[in-house]
């Protein structure tokens, strides 16, 4: 009888030994560098479970087995989120497993450069490889805000173009009611149709205000707008370029938008304006500049009186002719 119990004790001690290496075994593997000589990007698909997680680890070479990843994820009561990882070399299963349940996927950043047309930026979100779906119909132009926004893979396409839709609303919505007083832009609308032109006309953001100034003193004259970025808009479909030099001919033909045949404001924005171009047709310099012109440094000059006016396009002229003939 002793003898039976003393064979049971060792075999409890050697289940109990056995048991103890197993749970370091299993610790040890699941906290140690793991096999990933390089970093790497992993996609996890919606609705996968631990076990084709594991296998999709393991066969990436970001876990040396699928076994103690579930065992680990299984005892921290883990809940591993879809999307696209980029593991770091020789992350343990432990650390895979706290940045999937944290979800800290890849952040994808698309850039949507300021004074772009809505089909510009459409196709921008077309191209993004790591967006999905499509976007039935050109958002209205001056609808989406221009800045770098932060994307997951597998964001819907439709969904981004509504942040953007949405995003702009609320900076019109948040700018308007602080605007200066007198303006002549009556509306939020009015306002973006002239931030786009403002927009267009100078890439300089200390100069927004004074371009902007510009057309709200020949808006206040009854003065045409006479801005060439609204003839090239009406020329180019809504694409905002021509594969031209704009000429005579194009300032002379007749178009909703073109602002040397017409009246006031073009019927809509001719792109999409950034927050500081609002911001300048809300807030316009306190000049009496009527017109402008490139001053050949890459901004403009600026003038009250057409005689100045017409001195600076000499000189202006004469920084074009000595430009080709350097070329």
């Known amino acids: 009888m002793k003898s039976v119990f003393k064979l049971l004790f060792v075999l409890a001690v ?16 699941f906290t140690r560098p793991g096999p990933l000589a390089e970093a790497t990007t992993v996609v996890i698909a919606k609705g996968a479970g631990l076990e084709a997680i594991a296998r999709k680890l393991a066969a ?19 809940s591993l989120k879809a999307g696209e990882y980029a593991f770091p070399a020789h992350i343990s299963p432990q650390d895979a497993v706290v940045m999937m349940g944290e979800g800290r996927t890849v952040v994808h950043k698309l850039t949507i450069a300021e004074g772009l047309t809505s089909k510009q ?3 921008l979100v077309r191209d993004a490889d790591y967006l999905t779906g499509d976007v039935a119909a050109v958002p209205p132009e001056g609808s989406l805000l221009p800045e770098t926004w932060h994307l997951n893979r ?6 981004v173009v509504a942040r953007m839709e949405k995003s702009m609303r609320q900076l019109l919505d948040q700018l308007w009611p ?8 009556k509306t939020k609308e009015q306002a973006l149709v002239l931030a786009s032109i403002v927009e267009r006309e100078t890439g300089i953001k200390a100069e927004r205000p004074m371009v902007a100034a510009v057309f709200v003193n020949r808006l206040r004259l009854g003065m045409r707008l006479q801005s060439d970025p609204t003839v090239i808009y009406g ?7 021509l594969d031209h030099p704009i000429t005579r001919a194009d300032l002379e033909t007749p178009h909703r938008w073109n602002t040397y045949v017409i009246d006031g404001l073009p019927p809509t924005p001719i792109a999409n304006p950034g927050r500081a171009s609002i911001e300048a047709v809300l807030h316009p310099a306190d000049s009496p500049a009527l017109y402008f012109v490139a001053d050949g440094s890459g901004g403009h000059v600026f003038a009250r009186s057409l005689t100045e006016h017409n001195n ?4 202006w002229r004469k920084v074009e002719k000595a430009r080709r003939e350097a070329k």
Not at 154 to 159: G, L, T
Not at 178 to 185: E, H, T
């Open 14 to 29: 050697i289940l109990i030994a056995v048991a103890t290496w197993a749970v370091l075994e299993g610790h040890r593997r």
């Open 60 to 78: 990436a070479g970001v876990v040396r087995d699928p076994y103690s990843f579930m065992a680990g994820a299984k005892l921290r009561q883990a």
């Open 121 to 123: 930026i459409l196709a």
């Open 154 to 159: 597998d964001d819907a396409r439709d969904e």
């Open 178 to 185: 602080a605007r200066a007083a007198d303006l002549p832009v």
């Open 235 to 241: 020329l180019s479909d809504g694409m905002g370029v």
């Open 312 to 315: 600076n396009v000499v000189n």
